[in-house]
């Protein structure tokens, strides 16, 4: 090979190096999976993987409620004190998620009862209890053998949703962008955001057969129990849905192609799995990072279904989920509506003048 065969080999990969280099200048969604995703991975790992709960929030009933609150280790947040309470008070408290543990006094040893539900919080509460030696007795309810499965399927059943609503959601604009049919859309009698509602229809649908199929087969395989009402798990479930599929179209109107809205969406779609409480407990990471998992849907919707399976909660302890996700759901459609409506505005074909010819004289 001769020295000049040999740098104009060098030039030429010289040449592409500096191409790919402007290639991802041009990119900033690659660019953001390059270095902000590994930034984000080291900060939410460094600060939110953590599976001790340093505290429990706890309520004390009971005859002896006062004595027994002054006694209790610092790691136990008493919120309520109720000396007229009995135990099925307590137990309602639980049901309610007012309280991680709830501790009925009047009898010897005093009562613990712990909501199973919250796992993490509640392997912490009783190892303490275990350190107080005799002078509690334990009863965990709603999951008494601590079962993680029992925990993570209401919540997968979630984010299995939310894969399904955002990722296969956020490539139908894309589609309709790649095709060409755009224009299409633009010159139909219908507004914006019964376009959005046209699209997103069969994907709910869909979305809500496979959420009764992973419900079923969760509660089936894994002997998750369903203790609470179903119509509310069904309000929860179908609100969320119309979250996660609105946000699928807003992502599909901020991107150009499938590779783009497939990217954005995993931007979304890696702080629910790491940030909603699914896997890391929210009461235990840092508070500049657990702000992040209060602004997740999946982070309510895992409330609701964890409440309602293994809890039996009522609807009214599940007011705010409800209308967080409610809120939740009119800002990502409104924002996609307006999105979308600027997206055809510029596609809409212009309407063109038609002048009368003049008379003949």
Request: net charge positive; aromatic share 8%; with cysteine.
């Amino acid at each position: 090979m001769t020295f000049s065969r040999l740098s104009l080999k060098l030039k030429c990969m010289r040449a592409m190096i500096l191409k790919e280099f402007r290639e991802l200048r041009r990119d900033p969604r690659t660019l953001a999976m390059l270095i902000a995703l590994p930034l984000l991975l080291l900060v939410i790992f460094g600060y939110a993987a953590n599976f001790f709960v340093s505290s429990t929030e706890t309520a004390v009933v009971g005859p002896q409620a006062q004595q027994v609150a002054d006694q209790l280790p610092s790691y136990f947040d008493v919120k309520t004190i109720e000396p007229g309470d009995t135990e099925q008070d307590a137990v309602n408290l639980l049901k309610e998620n007012k309280v991680d543990v709830a501790i009925v006094t009047g009898q010897t040893p005093a009562l613990a009862l712990v909501d199973g539900s919250n796992l993490f919080s509640a392997q912490s509460t009783v190892a303490a209890l275990n350190k107080a030696g005799n002078m509690v007795k334990t009863q965990v309810l709603f999951n008494p053998d601590l079962k993680t499965s029992w925990v993570m399927v209401p919540a997968i059943i979630g984010l299995i949703l939310t894969f399904i609503g955002t990722i296969v959601t956020s490539i139908g604009l894309v589609r309709e962008r790649e095709a060409g049919t755009l224009e299409q859309l633009a010159v139909m009698p219908i507004k914006p955001s019964q376009v959005i509602l046209g699209k997103i229809a069969p994907y709910f649908l869909l979305a809500a057969i496979d959420m009764i199929i992973v419900t079923l087969l969760g509660m089936w395989l894994f002997g998750v129990p369903f203790n609470g009402n179903v119509l509310t798990f069904a309000l929860g479930g179908g609100i969320f849905l119309f979250v996660v599929l609105g946000l699928g179209v807003l992502i599909s109107t901020i991107s150009q192609t499938t590779g783009q809205a497939i990217q954005t969406a995993f931007f979304f779609l890696l702080p629910q799995i790491l940030l909603s409480g699914m896997i890391f407990p929210l009461d235990a990471m840092a508070a500049g990072v657990r702000w992040i998992g209060y602004l997740l849907p999946l982070t309510y919707f895992t409330m609701i279904s964890q409440g309602v399976m293994l809890r039996g909660a009522p609807i009214s302890s599940l007011w705010l989920p409800l209308l967080i996700l409610t809120v939740m759901a009119v800002v990502v459609f409104t924002g996609a509506t307006l999105r979308f409506r600027r997206d055809l505005a510029p596609n809409a074909p212009k309407a063109r003048s038609v002048t009368a010819p003049a008379d003949a004289s």
